[in-house]
């Protein structure tokens, strides 16, 4: 028999969690015929509610699952993995200053770039979910220097996804007619939504729409406020989506993209100007288990702009932790 995958997730007393765990138990990442053993990490005061959704897994009766762990120790949950999903994070407090949010999440990331560090096998793919998930992703990687950076990645596919329904709804194509399309930058309402070199079926998106200042004025600031949009019909931050979005991300790093491009943030090697080490949006595609930067493209005045301002946010936030 093949031997089961084991995949840590933190957070998982959290809302994402409760429909990330079943797709994962489900086998929606590595596929029907891989065993898994879930890693389940949360805090102290949260094991209670994760011993509850385990006793939700059990009753799932799902074939590939072979074993769910529970701790409140990093180095536990990370030991021997193939993949990690970083949800778990600290949220934003009343009266909380951004800063401090930033310095309060740089610590848990510190603690886990060291548990991973340790315990993890040199071969696991990580996504970080938590926010900031991007700069939390870069302080993770920092504090793991034995293990691959290129392994550490944080996920923009949730704005990816986003983007990909409003640009087919508008084209009239599916959404899975689409290639091309990326988002540069940090997962917050800075990141870029750029349609510049998309198709539809091999067709020029932008062409295709031929309605530019739909996308500017109404596409771009759609997605970036599409979080704040949930929250308020809701009542409740994202959370289906998101845990969708993380199985995307992980299912296309190892299965592949089958050409297409995606979006992830993985550590800046330097390219389009984005300082090196930043874990950044970029257009990528992904085959044989790996992922390939798409390189040489050329941006034009719109572009630049847009991948700077959100790049200096990522600059910022690395600063801000840097101070403590
Ligand atoms: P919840 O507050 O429902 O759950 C978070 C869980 O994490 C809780 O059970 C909490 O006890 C746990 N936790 C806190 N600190 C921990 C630590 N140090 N170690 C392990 N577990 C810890 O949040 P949920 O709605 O599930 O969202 C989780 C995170 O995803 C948040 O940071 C949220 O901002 C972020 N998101 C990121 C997105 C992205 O696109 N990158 C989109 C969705 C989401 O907003």
Same mark, same amino acid.
């Given at each position: 028999?093949?031997?089961?995958?084991?995949?840590?997730?933190?957070?998982?007393?959290g809302q994402i969690c409760y429909s990330l765990l079943f797709s994962i138990a489900k086998g929606e990442v590595y596929g029907a015929d891989q065993p898994i053993r879930l890693q389940l990490l949360d805090?102290?005061?949260?094991?209670?509610?994760?011993?509850?959704?385990?006793?939700?897994?059990?009753? /799932?009766?799902?074939?590939?699952?072979?074993?769910?762990?529970?701790?409140? !120790?990093?180095?536990?949950?990370?030991?021997?993995?193939?993949?990690?999903?970083?949800?778990?994070?600290?949220?934003?407090?009343?009266?909380?200053?951004?800063?401090?949010?930033?310095?309060?999440?740089?610590?848990? +990331?510190?603690?886990?770039?060291?548990?991973?560090?340790?315990?993890?096998?040199?071969?696991?793919?990580?996504?970080?979910?938590?926010?900031?998930?991007?700069?939390?992703?870069?302080? &993770?990687?920092?504090?793991?220097? !034995?293990?691959?950076?290129?392994?550490?990645?944080?996920?923009?596919?949730?704005?990816?996804?986003?983007?990909?329904?409003?640009?087919?709804?508008?084209?009239?194509?599916?959404?899975?007619?689409?290639?091309?399309?990326?988002?540069?930058?940090?997962?917050?309402?800075?990141? +870029?939504?750029?349609?510049?070199?998309?198709?539809?079926?091999g067709k020029s998106l932008p062409e295709l729409i031929g309605d530019e200042s739909w996308y500017k004025d109404t596409l771009i600031p759609q997605v970036a406020k599409r979080g704040s949009a949930i929250?308020?019909?809701?009542?409740? $931050?994202?959370?289906?989506?998101?845990?969708?979005?993380?199985?995307?991300?992980?299912? !296309?790093?190892?299965?592949?993209?089958?050409?297409?491009?995606?979006?992830?943030?993985?550590?800046?090697?330097?390219?389009?100007?984005?300082?090196?080490?930043?874990?950044?949006?970029?257009?990528?595609? /992904?085959?044989?288990?790996?992922?390939?930067?798409?390189?040489?493209? $050329?941006?034009?005045? +719109?572009?630049?702009?847009?991948?700077?301002?959100?790049?200096?946010? &990522?600059?910022?936030?690395?600063?801000?932790?840097?101070k403590g």
């Amino acid at each position: 028999a093949t031997e089961a995958k084991r995949i840590a997730v933190t957070g998982a007393a959290g809302q994402i969690c409760y429909s990330l765990l079943f797709s994962i138990a489900k086998g929606e990442v590595y596929g029907a015929d891989q065993p898994i053993r879930l890693q389940l990490l949360d805090l102290p005061q949260a094991q209670d509610a994760v011993r509850g959704v385990v006793m939700e897994l059990e009753d /799932c009766a799902f074939p590939l699952l072979k074993d769910v762990s529970i701790t409140d !120790d990093p180095a536990v949950a990370f030991k021997d993995i193939d993949a990690a999903f970083l949800v778990g994070s600290r949220p934003r407090s009343k009266g909380m200053e951004r800063r401090d949010l930033l310095t309060a999440n740089a610590e848990i +990331f510190k603690v886990q770039g060291k548990a991973l560090n340790e315990a993890a096998k040199r071969d696991a793919r990580v996504i970080v979910v938590g926010n900031p998930a991007n700069t939390n992703a870069m302080i &993770l990687a920092d504090n793991a220097p !034995d293990f691959p950076r290129e392994n550490i990645t944080a996920m923009v596919r949730l704005d990816h996804n986003r983007a990909l329904t409003q640009l087919a709804k508008k084209a009239g194509v599916g959404v899975e007619e689409i290639d091309k399309f990326v988002v540069w930058g940090n997962h917050s309402p800075t990141m +870029f939504a750029d349609w510049t070199n998309a198709t539809a079926n091999g067709k020029s998106l932008p062409e295709l729409i031929g309605d530019e200042s739909w996308y500017k004025d109404t596409l771009i600031p759609q997605v970036a406020k599409r979080g704040s949009a949930i929250i308020e019909a809701r009542g409740a $931050s994202s959370a289906a989506s998101a845990a969708n979005a993380a199985i995307d991300h992980m299912h !296309d790093w190892i299965n592949g993209s089958n050409g297409d491009w995606t979006s992830m943030a993985v550590s800046s090697d330097g390219s389009y100007g984005i300082p090196e080490g930043l874990m950044a949006g970029v257009p990528l595609i /992904c085959a044989n288990g790996s992922y390939e930067r798409v390189t040489g493209l $050329s941006l034009d005045a +719109f572009q630049r702009e847009m991948l700077e301002r959100t790049v200096g946010e &990522l600059v910022e936030e690395r600063d801000a932790v840097a101070k403590g």
